[in-house]
């Protein structure tokens, strides 16, 4: 199985991930090659930074995981992986969220802390 092993893989890595970011966006077909890289890098990125950058105590990590992870088992009506891409994230990486395979960490916590926060300001403002 490929992983980043060094600080130099995982920059380059990230190097190679705002390159594609340039050229793949929402309307990208599935099976296009710069789509599928752009995966399959940032799965590696994830991997690495949740061994590496750890932002909260492992007991947090599996209290959020299972919070996050219930939240589309309570609300199915959510689409994670349109979540993701409303927010910014790779939406296989919120797959992985979604599974509990992974925890969110760093600037993707903060960036699905700050999406549900927006959500819930959204509904609040909702009337019928």
Known sequence: MAQI?????YKA?????????????N????????????????DL?????ELHFPVVSKEEMEQEKMSFQKLFDTF???NASAFAEWIGINPSL???YKAGLSVPQ??????????LQNVAERLEEVRV
């Open 5 to 9: 092993k060094t600080e130099e893989q």
């Open 13 to 25: 890595a990230c190097d190679r991930i705002n390159e594609l970011l340039k050229v793949v966006s």
């Open 27 to 42: 309307e990208t077909p599935a099976g296009d090659k710069n789509l599928l890289e752009l995966d399959f890098i940032s």
């Open 45 to 49: 990125v994830a991997d690495y930074e």
């Open 76 to 78: 199915p009506f959510l």
């Open 94 to 96: 919120m797959r992985k």
């Open 106 to 115: 760093g600037k993707n916590r903060e960036l699905i802390q700050r999406g």
